[in-house]
């Protein structure tokens, strides 16, 4: 079974980020793995919030996965930070990933009023 791994953010209604993709790699029969780069509150009409994850967990939970399943292949969603993308990259750089597709997510359209923890 091919393994897909998901970096990106969790969207808490189901619709996007790490849960649409894990739908959607299980859809195709592929094992799905995920690390989250941020938590957003949001449903169908908008986000009303964002907590980004450290850069440093965000480095734990790729050394988890790559030190014990190994993905075939990777995507990338909402990396929320300049920093988180630099500790995706050296990660990804470290473990001689592969096979990586990149998808531009860096912000979310936020709804008024927005709470940011960061």
Do not use: W
Not at 64 to 80: A, V, W, Y
């Amino acid at each position: 079974m091919k393994k897909v791994l998901s970096i990106a953010g969790s969207d808490c209604s189901g619709g996007a980020g790490i849960q649409a993709d894990i739908k959607t790699i299980s859809a195709h029969g592929m094992y799905a793995m995920s690390a989250v780069t941020a938590l957003t509150a949001q449903n169908t009409t908008g986000v009303s919030g964002i907590y980004s994850v450290t850069p440093e967990f965000v480095t734990m939970q790729l050394d988890s996965i790559f030190s014990d399943i190994f993905p075939d292949s990777i995507k990338t969603g909402m990396l929320f930070s300049a920093e988180i993308i630099s500790a995706v990259a050296s990660s990804l750089k470290k473990h001689n990933a592969s096979r990586i597709v990149i998808d531009p997510v860096s912000y979310t359209h936020l709804t008024l009023p927005t709470i940011l923890l960061v």
